[in-house]
């Protein structure tokens, strides 16, 4: 079987940054721990630039599609459990990016591009979340909801032991309950 090298770049380059920061990560520890020379990395990824974005895309596309048509769908407490739901699947699917996401946030600050179509997706979750006509409370309710969900991303370094479902379950369960705090939401 032919080897996946773009793949194992990945891998290894999600390992040295976790350990090391964006900044801290060389392209020539990542090529070592690939087992490949550093030129032979440069074929695959022209920079750390362009890695670090490969490593970023598959979270935002997940977001892209957990949210696609958001802005049409009607609001109702079910929708908000369904949209909730494909939300923290897209995080959960990616909290080893997450990890270093949180804690590298500053470092990542040439990937303004991606981090702005983040910020930006995770806005209009929260304006759809607080429903319509909200009134203050409701989107102070909304960020606080997708707030715990971004305890996803701390989550390999509090929790590392918990498998993903037990940990979108329990994302859900706490998000729900910071929305039902408003009539509306209630039924949630």
Same mark, same amino acid.
């Given at each position: 079987?032919? #080897?996946d090298t773009k793949s194992d770049i990945c891998r290894a380059a999600m390992d040295v940054i976790a350990t090391k920061g964006v900044e801290g990560a060389s392209l020539r520890e990542i090529a070592e721990a690939v087992g490949i020379t550093k030129a032979s990395l440069y074929y695959h990824y022209a920079s750390k630039q362009e890695l670090v974005s490969a490593l970023l895309m598959p979270l935002v596309d997940d977001m892209r599609n957990a949210l696609a048509g958001l802005d049409q #769908?009607?609001?109702s407490p079910a929708a908000v459990r369904v949209v909730l739901s494909d939300f923290i699947d897209a995080v959960v699917r990616h909290r080893d990016v997450g990890v270093w996401l949180a804690r590298d946030v500053g470092a990542l600050a040439s990937f303004e591009d991606v981090l702005g179509e983040i910020f930006a997706l995770t806005g209009r979750l929260h304006h759809w979340l607080a429903g319509p006509d909200p009134t203050v409370?409701? #989107?102070i309710r909304a960020v606080a909801a997708t707030e715990v969900v971004g305890g996803v991303l701390s989550s390999t370094l509090t929790v590392?032991?918990?498998p993903d479902q037990v940990l979108r379950s329990v994302l859900l369960e706490a998000?729900?309950?910071v929305l039902k705090a408003t009539s509306r939401a209630g039924a949630a």
């Amino acid at each position: 079987m032919a #080897r996946d090298t773009k793949s194992d770049i990945c891998r290894a380059a999600m390992d040295v940054i976790a350990t090391k920061g964006v900044e801290g990560a060389s392209l020539r520890e990542i090529a070592e721990a690939v087992g490949i020379t550093k030129a032979s990395l440069y074929y695959h990824y022209a920079s750390k630039q362009e890695l670090v974005s490969a490593l970023l895309m598959p979270l935002v596309d997940d977001m892209r599609n957990a949210l696609a048509g958001l802005d049409q #769908r009607p609001w109702s407490p079910a929708a908000v459990r369904v949209v909730l739901s494909d939300f923290i699947d897209a995080v959960v699917r990616h909290r080893d990016v997450g990890v270093w996401l949180a804690r590298d946030v500053g470092a990542l600050a040439s990937f303004e591009d991606v981090l702005g179509e983040i910020f930006a997706l995770t806005g209009r979750l929260h304006h759809w979340l607080a429903g319509p006509d909200p009134t203050v409370e409701d #989107r102070i309710r909304a960020v606080a909801a997708t707030e715990v969900v971004g305890g996803v991303l701390s989550s390999t370094l509090t929790v590392s032991d918990a498998p993903d479902q037990v940990l979108r379950s329990v994302l859900l369960e706490a998000s729900l309950d910071v929305l039902k705090a408003t009539s509306r939401a209630g039924a949630a």
